[in-house]
């Protein structure tokens, strides 16, 4: 079985690149520059029409939508324990669908704000707006996580999705310090090998694009 990520630097494709580090699974990685715009290129789209990461593919098939990415991966490494079973696979996918359309959605007008509203001035009043729903999302986690090492019994891919989450609103300047439980979370997380390989990867993928975007053009 060959396996291919399609990632870039930031974006959520990192869950999924951790699960699959930490299932010791074999893949390969194709970096994708947003700020040259390759997830519009029709190589990509090909891949994903929906112009978005990640991209798992299979043997040659994509598989879009973090949610049924970590499932798979779940289901076809199950050494790995990614996914509980019983009751709490059930709890897994819950959490796991409400991150990709509760608090996912409540961080991206912090990086493209003109995307939910086009009036003149308008940025930070969507970015305060976007703040207090993702506020509410961490206060439930925080309570969530009060008392607990992870969300479920084990450590799951449903931390690893928070992870994402949570280190995506650490970027945005935003004070975070009242989520202590969801802070100590992300210092445990951070502290996982399968994740610091991430972020060292990417961190030289940025430097890459970095340089290459600096390198002169010639008509």
């Known amino acids: 079985m060959k396996l291919t990520l399609m990632y870039a630097p930031v974006s959520c494709a990192l869950v999924p ?5 930490e299932a010791g699974a074999a893949f390969e990685v194709q970096a994708i520059d947003h ?3 390759e997830h519009f290129r029709d190589e990509f789209l090909a891949l994903n029409p929906k112009a978005k990461l990640p991209v798992l593919v299979i043997d040659g098939r994509p598989l879009t939508e973090n949610v049924a990415i970590q499932i798979w991966i779940a289901r076809h490494f199950p050494h790995a324990g990614l996914m509980p079973s019983g009751t709490e696979e059930f709890q897994a996918i819950e959490w796991l669908a409400w ?3 509760g608090v996912h959605p409540h961080l991206t007008p912090h990086n493209r704000p003109q995307r939910y509203c086009d009036l003149p001035g308008s940025e930070e009043s969507v970015k305060r707006l976007a703040s207090a729903q993702l506020f509410q999302d961490f206060a ?3 309570e969530r996580l009060a008392g607990r090492t992870w969300f479920l019994t084990v450590f799951s891919t449903v931390d690893i999705y928070f992870y994402w989450c949570f280190r995506r609103a650490t970027l945005f300047g935003l004070d975070l310090s009242r989520f202590q439980h969801c802070l100590r979370h992300f210092e445990r997380m951070a502290q996982r090998s399968s994740v610091q390989r991430v ?4 961190r030289q993928i940025q430097q890459e694009f970095l340089a ?4 002169p053009r010639h008509a």
């Open 199 to 202: 972020l060292d990867f990417e």
């Open 35 to 37: 700020t040259r715009a």
């Open 99 to 101: 991150f990709a359309s």
């Open 212 to 215: 290459r975007n600096e390198e």
């Open 17 to 21: 690149y951790v699960a699959l580090t």
């Open 140 to 142: 439930v986690c925080e």
